[in-house]
């Protein structure tokens, strides 16, 4: 029986605003402003316990080794880790910057999963995100393909392929744009791919867009699914404008429903048709409309950006940042969808808001696999989030984070030290082995 698992990304020690996000609209308004690491992990933690406690399969995925010093070599910075640290600070404090992100914590841009069922040998297929469309991410790839093999390591279920080649025409930003839906737990689901950018297409909007189809054809190509359970679909260039850097901005799929704003996808009528033709049975739709909800009000609350979670009992959960809460006209259309007769019966509020804060919420925080029995008995088993493990990684962030941080603390060459100590000590506790490049040359 294969089973929807959450593997969320647990936020970095490095955690601050930077202002790097490329059409984020939070992340642009934040900038600069003064973070709080502690608060950040621990708001994470809180989602997978409260996820945990509700009787899904939790796991979790470590954090980056930040600030990246090899990155700040290879433009150009010399001399010892201070002085590079020093130079970049007074030179190319955005380069800093994107060196000490931790926005690894949005692992729904880690990789793009594909479920066994849906693949040519009947393993999970796994390609990390190559996220060239901005440098601070196209960081993350090396050790998120290690943190991913050590994490789902059996070969015999797990097939890891390289990131598409890093180039801006092959895209990927990962499972933030695509969706796998299904009709039962067994048999082949229908995989649709979102993307921003159709080079064939004129594409010269607000922002640049982030996916492109171009990408999103590799990876299923990749991944052998089959092409009459596989689409691709357009976002709407109006939405990537006002804000609409990934389709999770903007809607949330889960085995038959589908919850999307009007302003979702180019061709709203094809998508949905041809969702419901390709799994043989109707959709399950929760359609939100500009009066109800505008794109705005969307953005800001990431009303989208929940998960959508089936419990133990078959009933369906909406899982949604407190930011829902403080929107009337949002937590007025969650209310109304959980008393129609729709396919969500209730909903769970959890603050994320140092995440929000970079435009990233509960959905962006997680990496969605579907794994049946044998697999799931196969990740590593540290991984999973147990009451045990809640507790073991709070303590480790009380010892570990500050409660406060700005740009000019990633130039410290104490942090780099207090980083190091902090991610030697995780990968024990998750059981991961060697992950991090400081780790091979120590
Ligand atoms: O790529 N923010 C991330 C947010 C990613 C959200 N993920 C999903 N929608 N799946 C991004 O824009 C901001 C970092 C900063 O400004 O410091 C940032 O990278």
């Not at 297929?125 to 050790?143: G, M």
């Not at 890093?166 to 082949?188: I, K, M, P, W, Y």
């Amino acid at each position: 029986m294969l089973v929807e698992t959450n593997f969320d990304g647990l936020v970095g020690p490095s955690h601050h605003f930077g202002g790097l996000g490329v059409g984020n609209l939070a992340s642009q308004a934040n900038k600069a402003q003064s973070s709080n690491p502690r608060e950040a992990a621990l708001q994470g933690l809180d989602k997978m316990a409260g996820l945990a406690a509700l009787g899904l399969h939790q796991g979790v995925l470590p954090p980056q080794a930040r600030p990246d010093l090899d990155f700040l070599r290879r433009v150009g910075f010399s001399g010892t880790d201070a002085k590079v640290l020093a130079q970049a600070l007074r030179d190319a404090p955005g380069l800093l910057s994107a060196a000490g992100s931790a926005a690894s914590m949005w692992s729904a841009n880690a990789a793009t999963v594909s479920a066994s069922p849906d693949t040519w040998d009947s393993r999970v297929h796994i390609t990390p995100a190559n996220l060239v469309s901005q440098t601070h991410r196209s960081l993350e790839t090396a050790t998120t393909a290690a943190a991913l093999k050590a994490t789902f390591r059996s070969e015999r279920y797990f097939a890891h392929h390289p990131a598409l080649p890093a180039s801006s025409q092959l895209a990927d930003e990962g499972a933030a744009n695509h969706t796998r839906f299904s009709v039962d737990d067994h048999t082949c689901g229908v995989n649709l791919f979102v993307y921003g950018a159709d080079l064939k297409a004129d594409g010269a909007g607000r922002f640049p867009a982030r996916q492109t189809r171009l990408a999103s054809e590799a990876v299923a190509r990749q991944h052998r699914l089959r092409s009459d359970r596989t689409l691709f679909a357009a976002q709407h260039p109006e939405a990537i404008s006002a804000g609409v850097f990934h389709n999770d901005v903007i809607a949330v799929g889960h085995r038959n429903m589908l919850l999307y704003h009007e302003m979702a996808f180019a061709q709203e009528a094809t998508v949905v048709d041809s969702l419901a033709h390709a799994l043989g049975e109707p959709l399950r739709t929760v359609r939100i409309t500009q009066a109800e909800v505008s794109l705005d009000a969307a953005i800001q609350s990431y009303l989208f950006n929940s998960q959508i979670v089936t419990l133990p009992d078959g009933r369906t959960q909406l899982i949604v940042a407190k930011d829902c809460e403080e929107n009337p006209a949002v937590w007025a259309r969650i209310n109304a969808m959980i008393e129609d007769d729709g396919p969500i019966d209730a909903v769970t509020v959890f603050d994320v808001r140092q995440s929000m804060r970079n435009g990233g919420g509960p959905a962006c925080l997680r990496l969605r696999v579907p794994l049946n029995d044998d697999e799931r008995a196969a990740v590593n088993p540290d991984s999973w989030f147990t009451p045990e493990l809640h507790k073991a990684l709070k303590a480790w962030v009380d010892a570990h984070y500050r409660d406060r941080l700005q740009l000019a603390d990633l130039a410290d060459p104490a942090f780099v030290t207090e980083v190091r100590e902090a991610l030697d000590r995780l990968t024990v506790v998750l059981g991961l082995g060697s992950i991090y490049p400081f780790q091979q040359t120590a």
